[in-house]
C-alpha cells in the first residue's frame, strides 16, 4: 500500500490558509476525476521517458492503468508528455546538471512535522542552482510560485544540500494544455527558507488537529476561501465556516432584493427584474 503525508504537498495551498481542513476532510472520500486520472497516467509515461531515453512516441498504443480505469497512449497524451520530457532534457543539456526522476523529497525537517514528503517530477542538481520540475497536465494555469513546489524546493534542499553549495532554486511548471513553455520562478535559498519558517505554524496546527473529530474543537482553525474551490478541499459539504459564509452571503442578498422589490412596487403588476445583478443576486 502506497503510504501519504499527512499533509501532502499539493493540498498545501489549502491546509496553509485553513489549517483545520486536513482534520475536516480525515475520512472522506477522495474520488479523483477523470482528467485527475488521465493526468497521472501521462505523468507515468512521461517518466518513462526521462528514465529510458526513449521519446513519447515510442509508447504510442500502450495501456496504463489508473484505479482500475485503462488510458491508451494517444496523440494528446504524447504531445502534453513529450512537451515536458523536453523541458526536462533541454535544461539537463544547457546546464550539465544531475537529473534526478520522480524523486521523493521529505519537508519534514522544515515544517517541524514527522512523516511529511513528497514526489517531485524531476530535479535537477548543479554546482549552484538546484532546478524543481512539475508537469501539470490541467486547464487551470498554475503558478511555479506554489506552496506545492516550494516545500518540495525546500525538501531537495534538505536532501541534497550538502551535495553542492546551492544559491539559487529554479521552480519550474510544464504545463503543455496551457504553454509550450514552462513557467519559471527563481528565487534564493534563504527566500526559500523564510517561506518554509513562515510554514511551520498552519503546518503544525494542522498536524495538531489531524485526529481531532470534535468539530468544535476544529472550528476555530477553519477559513472558507478561493483554496476551498481550488485544492478541491473534500470537507467543503460539512464545512461549519463555509455553511455559515454562504448562507449570511444568500440572506443579506436575498434581503436587499426584497427591501428593492417593496421600494420599487406599483399599484399595476411588472415583470420581475431580470438584469445580471439581480439574476446573480
Known amino acids: 500500500m502506497t503510504r501519504h503525508a499527512t499533509l501532502s504537498a499539493s493540498s498545501s495551498g489549502r491546509w496553509l490558509e485553513c489549517p483545520g481542513s486536513a482534520a475536516l476532510s480525515q475520512g472522506k472520500a477522495d474520488n479523483s476525476s477523470e482528467a485527475a486520472r488521465w493526468g497521472t497516467a501521462c505523468h507515468e509515461m512521461a517518466s518513462w521517458c526521462l528514465t529510458e531515453g526513449k521519446a513519447a512516441e515510442a509508447y504510442r498504443g500502450r495501456l496504463i492503468e489508473v484505479e482500475g480505469h485503462e488510458y491508451r497512449v494517444d496523440d494528446r497524451m504524447i504531445d502534453c508528455a513529450q512537451t515536458y520530457v523536453d523541458c526536462v532534457n533541454t535544461l539537463v543539456e544547457t546546464t550539465g546538471g544531475q537529473l534526478l526522476v520522480e524523486q521523493k523529497v521529505d519537508f519534514s525537517a522544515v515544517l517541524g512535522v514527522p512523516d511529511q514528503f513528497g514526489t517531485a517530477d524531476a530535479i535537477i542538481l548543479t554546482d549552484d542552482t538546484l532546478y524543481v520540475i512539475d508537469l501539470k497536465t490541467g ?26 553549495d546551492f544559491k539559487r532554486v529554479v521552480l519550474m511548471i510544464s504545463q503543455p494544455p496551457k504553454s509550450s513553455e ?82 420599487s412596487a406599483s399599484p399595476t403588476p411588472s415583470a420581475a427584474p431580470s438584469d445580471d445583478e439581480h439574476l446573480a443576486a
Do not use: M, N, W
Open 182 to 263: 514552462p513557467y519559471s520562478y527563481e528565487t534564493t535559498v534563504d527566500e526559500l527558507e523564510a517561506f518554509g519558517r513562515a510554514a511551520r505554524t498552519p503546518a503544525q496546527q494542522a498536524a495538531a488537529l489531524i485526529d481531532v473529530t470534535d468539530v468544535t474543537e476544529i472550528e476555530p482553525h477553519l477559513a472558507p476561501g478561493p483554496h476551498c474551490h481550488d485544492y478541491y478541499c473534500r470537507a467543503r459539504s460539512t464545512c461549519p465556516k463555509l455553511r455559515a459564509q454562504v448562507s449570511e452571503a444568500v440572506f443579506e442578498d436575498l434581503d436587499a432584493l426584497e427591501a428593492e422589490s417593496l421600494a
Open 139 to 164: 486547464q487551470r494555469a498554475v503558478s511555479p510560485q506554489s506552496s506545492q513546489l516550494k516545500l518540495y524546493g525546500l525538501g531537495a534542499l534538505e536532501d541534497f544540500g550538502l551535495v553542492a
